[in-house]
């Protein structure tokens, strides 16, 4: 696959806006027919946006946060699904940056400059906590083999590298980047989701699968000092919930502007006129602002704290993203309920799908238990406690 080299922010903003007027459409369709979205994923990644974190000495843009953020967001608006899928590629180059030897960023950054999708195979049903693993890292000669399975796998379908992590033979968590068509690897398409119909969210299946040394990537050590790959995973969260906002939000807007309510209780002829409708989009607009300002916010402290990875640096990059994170959420959800109020029974109609804003939001704000952050946000800012360096935070 050959895709476009990005080489600046502002290459990115201008091209991820182009791409995203193109994945709009039929995206109300692909998520009502649950079409998995394979062409619009090559335009996708073709466009080179899949490329933009890969830092500049290896050939990439090396992007902002705030602009990486942003990128995110526009592409949810879009296509909620589609802004979720590269989540965990950019996680996983992120991943690289601050962990892989510099052999390995120069051969797997250049498969993601040539247009290569990593995807993810992390999370496990069934264990005693989120955190847990159990899927084996084990040691064959000169590699490894790897027993276990995995759900919640977004974008392993759709990849040509998954992620994987893994304990190794003495208890440490590791990041194998398993090619797809390995042997004894199965990836099953069976997400089942009332919302984010389409990010392939499902199982990956390992039995016995080869890997080699070269593409096991200390995994675990990222969490022992400060670093910023648990904020970053969390920014792309906010901006995938900050774009599902945006579009409902620009969808409520359309639907009243282009259709008169005469069921209104203060009898005007359009509820584009109405007190109370105005009210409505007055509380979401500051709201949905808001959400917007503090994501930027929460990439300029990211930046900071890539540049500097100090405790405190990344403490005060994670309690941001936690912020953003936090409104994203609510506003996301707002912005569905809202659309629903102020339009009424017509956005349950088939042919308009407006309930999808409302289900992609429900689905990808259970990523990880919002109420937890407000915890970490008030604990450091109330005993100026630092939050705990993981994933979810």
Not at 14 to 21: D, M
Request: net charge negative.
């Amino acid at each position: 696959m050959n895709a476009s080299v990005i080489t600046s922010d502002a290459q990115a903003l201008a091209v991820a806006e182009h791409i995203a007027q193109q994945l709009r459409r039929d995206s109300a369709l692909r998520d009502r027919e649950r079409r998995l979205p394979h062409a619009e994923l090559e335009l996708f990644t073709r466009s080179g946006l899949w490329a933009i974190s890969v830092p500049k000495a290896f050939g990439g843009a090396g992007v902002s946060n705030v602009t990486l953020a942003q990128v995110i967001a526009r592409i949810a608006q879009a296509d909620a699904s589609l802004g979720q899928i590269p989540q965990n590629h950019f996680y996983a180059l992120e991943v690289l940056r601050v962990n892989a030897s510099p052999e390995q960023q120069q051969r797997l950054y250049a498969e993601v400059l040539s247009g290569r999708r990593f995807g993810n195979a992390l999370a496990e049903l069934g264990t005693k906590t989120s955190h847990d693993r159990t899927t084996r890292l084990s040691r064959d000669g000169a590699g490894y083999r790897i027993n276990g399975r995995k759900f919640y796998s977004t974008g392993a379908l759709y990849a040509q590298r998954i992620p994987t992590s893994v304990i190794d033979d003495d208890g440490i968590q590791q990041l194998a980047f398993v090619p797809a068509d390995s042997q004894g690897l199965q990836v099953i398409d069976d997400w089942s989701g009332f919302g984010q119909r389409t990010t392939g969210s499902g199982s990956v299946v390992f039995d016995n699968v080869y890997v080699t040394a070269d593409d096991v990537v200390p995994f675990q050590s990222a969490f022992e000092r400060p670093t910023t790959v648990g904020p970053l995973a969390q920014i792309l969260h906010a901006a995938i919930d900050t774009g599902i906002a945006r579009a409902a939000y620009e969808d409520a807007l359309h639907f009243v502007r282009t259709r008169s309510r005469p069921w209104v209780d203060s009898g005007l002829d359009k509820a584009s006129e109405d007190p109370l409708t105005l009210k409505s989009f007055g509380h979401l607009s500051i709201r949905l602002h808001a959400a917007e300002a503090l994501l930027e916010r929460a990439g300029e402290y990211l930046d900071r704290a890539r540049d500097d990875s100090t405790a405190d640096n990344v403490a005060a990059a994670s309690i941001a993203v936690a912020e953003a994170r936090a409104i994203s959420t609510e506003i996301s959800l707002a912005a569905g309920t809202t659309l629903f109020e102020l339009a009424g029974s017509q956005a349950t109609l088939a042919e308009h799908n407006l309930d999808r804003h409302w289900r992609n939001a429900r689905v990808h704000t259970l990523h990880d238990p919002v109420r937890w952050k407000y915890h970490a946000i008030g604990n450091y800012y109330l005993n100026e406690v630092n939050p705990p360096r993981r994933g979810t935070i």
